[in-house]
C-alpha cells in the first residue's frame, strides 16, 4: 500500500533561515514524487514532479531532491510569502491517481 | 502551466438539499479529471476518478449516489452533493491531468461547502 509520510508537521522560520522538509514515502514502482504548495482555502499549486534517485530540481528559493526513500524540499533564505503548507504526493505504477501526504505547515515570520 | 477553474468557490445550503460544483480544464482537454475532499488541516483524499463519456471511478467508502459525477465533455466534469448534510461540509478540490512523458496534475481553487 502505498504511504507517504511528512515531517515536521509544522515549521517556524526567520525569514532567511533556511531548512528542509522531508517526505517520507513507500511506493511499489515510482512514476513520480509531486510537491506542491497549498494556500489556505486554496488548491495546491504544482510546484515539482521528480521521477527518478538522484534527480533535483530548482524553482526560486525551493530545491526539491529525490532519493529512493524520500524527497527534500530545501527552502533556502525564505521570505513570508513562501508560508504555505507544502504537500507530497506519489504516483506509483498503474496508478491513475496521486497519493497525498498530509503536508507541512510553513510559517515565515518577518 | 494549465489551468483549471472550479466554481463556485463557496457555498452555503441548508441541509437536505443538492449542490453542483464545475470544474473546467480551461486551456486543454481532460479525459481525466479527480475529485478530492480535504478536511481542514488533512491531507486530500481522492473520491473519484471522473472520465469522459464513462462513468466515473469511486473510491473505496464514496456513495456514488450520494456524490454524483458527470463528465460530459473534454473541459468540464461536475460534482453534486445530493441531499447534503453537515457532515459533507469540507473542502472539495478537483484536478485535471495533462499527460504525456511530463504528466502531471493541475488543481482547481477548490470549493467550501458548508451545510446547516
Known amino acids: 500500500e502505498d504511504q507517504v509520510t511528512q515531517s515536521p508537521e509544522a515549521l517556524r522560520l526567520q525569514e532567511g533561515e533556511s531548512s528542509s522538509l522531508n517526505c517520507s514515502y513507500t511506493v511499489s514502482g515510482l512514476r513520480g514524487l509531486f510537491w506542491y504548495r497549498q494556500d489556505p482555502g486554496k488548491g495546491p499549486e504544482f510546484l515539482f514532479t521528480?521521477?527518478?534517485a538522484g534527480e533535483e530540481k530548482e524553482k526560486e528559493r525551493l530545491k526539491a531532491t529525490l532519493t529512493k526513500k524520500e524527497s527534500f524540499l530545501h527552502i533556502t533564505a525564505p521570505k513570508p510569502e513562501d508560508s504555505a503548507t507544502y504537500l507530497c504526493?506519489?504516483?506509483?505504477?498503474?496508478?491513475?491517481?496521486?497519493?497525498f501526504g498530509t503536508g507541512t505547515r510553513l510559517t515565515v515570520i518577518p | 502551466g494549465a489551468v483549471v477553474s472550479q466554481h463556485p468557490s463557496r457555498v452555503i445550503c441548508k441541509s437536505g438539499t443538492s449542490v453542483k460544483i464545475e470544474c473546467r480544464s480551461l486551456?486543454?482537454?481532460?479525459?481525466?479529471m479527480f475529485w478530492y475532499r480535504q478536511f481542514p488541516k488533512q491531507s486530500l483524499m481522492l473520491m473519484a476518478t471522473s472520465n469522459e463519456g464513462s462513468k466515473a471511478t469511486y473510491e473505496q467508502g464514496v456513495e456514488k449516489d450520494k456524490f454524483l459525477i458527470n463528465h460530459a465533455s473534454l473541459t468540464l466534469s461536475t460534482l453534486t452533493v445530493t441531499s447534503a448534510h453537515p457532515e459533507d461540509s469540507s473542502f472539495y478540490i478537483c484536478?485535471?491531468?495533462?499527460?504525456?512523458?511530463?504528466?502531471?496534475?493541475?488543481f482547481g481553487s477548490g470549493t467550501q461547502l458548508s451545510v446547516l
Open positions: 484536478s485535471a491531468r495533462v499527460g504525456g512523458p511530463n504528466e502531471k496534475l493541475f
Open positions: 504526493a506519489v504516483q506509483g505504477d498503474g496508478a491513475n491517481n496521486l497519493f
Open positions: 486551456d486543454f482537454q481532460a479525459t481525466t
Open positions: 521528480l521521477y527518478s
